[in-house]
């Protein structure tokens, strides 16, 4: 049961990360970027968020790939294991 908590677990932070990097690769929501963070009121204004944004975006997406792979191999493990054991 707790393997397929895992299984849910990593679903969800699969589709959570894509939804964001969806939003960053179309420059909305909130940049997740810590140049733009840290960067002061007046720099924000006056700062290109484009390659920011795009930053952003790779970044979320590799993590969405990295937490579908994860699930994927949790499943063959587990299926595997639930084979040998019939």
Known sequence: ME????IIINIVLTVVCAVISF???RN????????????????RETMDKK????????VFA???????C????????ISSIKEIRK
Do not use: C, M, T, W
Request: hydrophobic share 45%; glycine share 4%.
């Open 3 to 6: 393997d397929l908590i895992e």
């Open 28 to 43: 909305k929501g909130f940049l997740f970027n810590n140049s733009y963070i840290y960067a002061s009121k007046q720099e």
């Open 70 to 77: 994860i699930a994927v191999l949790a499943y063959a493990i």
């Open 62 to 68: 590799l993590l969405s790939s990295i937490h579908l």
């Open 51 to 58: 390659p920011h944004y795009r930053q952003s975006g790779i």
């Open 23 to 25: 939003f960053q690769f």
